[in-house]
């Protein structure tokens, strides 16, 4: 796990979509800041709706309809190819998740 502070590439499916500035990393996860480019303009509606779905009256309060939508969304999310790329080791990072809300990013690395 790159030190706080470190950037990368985020790509998805093979597509630069934006810059990740690392802040911390907590058990298998790690978290940092998502500097969006032109490029996840393709990916923003399904994070966007995920984004909603996570934050519609706390996750354990979902409608039967909402979790199921909830579920397909993170399949959707899960397909996509992920990985990032620092600059400063020049080393790829291969992701099994990766969650966006808003500027905020979360991450699982193989």
């Not at 996860?29 to 009256?57: C, K, Q, T, Y």
């Not at 354990?60 to 996509?80: C, F, K, P, Q, V």
């Not at 969650?99 to 193989?110: A, M, S």
């Amino acid at each position: 796990m790159p030190r706080p502070g470190t950037q990368a590439d985020l790509y998805l499916n093979d597509k630069r979509v934006g810059i990740v500035h690392v802040q911390r990393r907590e058990d298998s996860w790690a978290h940092g800041r998502f500097e969006p480019d032109e490029g996840f303009a393709e990916f923003a509606p399904l994070f966007g709706r995920w984004s909603l779905l996570i934050h519609a009256d706390g996750e354990d309060n979902l409608s039967d309809a909402a979790g199921e939508e909830l579920r397909r969304t993170e399949y959707e999310i899960d397909r996509i190819a992920a990985k990032l790329f620092f600059p400063q080791t020049k080393t790829w990072v291969r992701c099994a998740q990766v969650n966006i809300d808003g500027e905020l990013i979360e991450w699982k690395c193989y």
